[in-house]
């Protein structure tokens, strides 16, 4: 993946993909060195996103993109894993108001796929990706019209509600500082990853996917649980 990465000019300055059990998420992204708050740890040529515009069966248009992707995204697709997988055991952890949620949200993307399926000519094998999509896209900001994408190495990115990094185009990054000079070798859309605080070597990087700290009634929090399960498999 770092090959990967390093061939398709996604700069990363000492950062390393690492599958270990100290990974909150199993593989997941880790410092070679002491970060500084501000810092920018990786930028992402916007020609390597899968990206959408279709704001109800995005997934279904990111999968058929990924169908037919040339080799060099193909290649990256390769390594995609995590998101919903049916996991009965998962699911127990659950209470019984989330469970219940998760048969309604799962009933929806169900339909959702069928609608994908007909729109985008996916086939019912592709059901795996379809939500393996949903757990590694992201809105992608101003700078893109808020167009829903994956984006490679920030894919890589576990979850926590107290996030480390931040992401941003280097469009949106420059915006009200007038005057500044784009960097002559990148683009507006392409997408940066910068270190919201200090951080040690070694440590896990990790973005917040959900945020939790709104839900105060027992049912919000069925729903957060409910879509954390539906959508990332946790
Ligand atoms: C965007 S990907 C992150 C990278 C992923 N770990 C990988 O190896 O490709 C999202 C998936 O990572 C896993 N994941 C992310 N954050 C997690 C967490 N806090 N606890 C458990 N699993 C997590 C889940 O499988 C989720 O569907």
Known sequence: FEAWCK?????????????TGASIGGRGLFTDHDVREGEVLATIPARLLLTSNDKALWA??????AKVAEPVIAEWVSTWSGGFSEDLEAMGALGEGARRQVGVKLEKRRKQFEGAKVLYGLERDDW???????????????????????IPFFDMLNHTPKENVRLSSLGDAMRGFEGALK???????????IAKEDIAKDSELLTCYLNEGKAD???DRDELAARRMVVWGF
């Open 7 to 19: 061939k398709n000019d996604i700069y990363s300055s000492r950062i390393s993909c690492r599958t």
């Open 60 to 65: 279904g248009e990111i999968a058929a993109k």
């Open 128 to 150: 795996a990706m379809y939500n393996m999509i949903w757990s590694r896209a992201c809105y992608l900001g101003p700078q893109w019209k808020n167009e829903i994408g994956i």
């Open 183 to 193: 960097p002559a070798d990148l683009d507006e859309k392409d997408m940066l990853i």
């Open 217 to 219: 009634s027992k049912e």
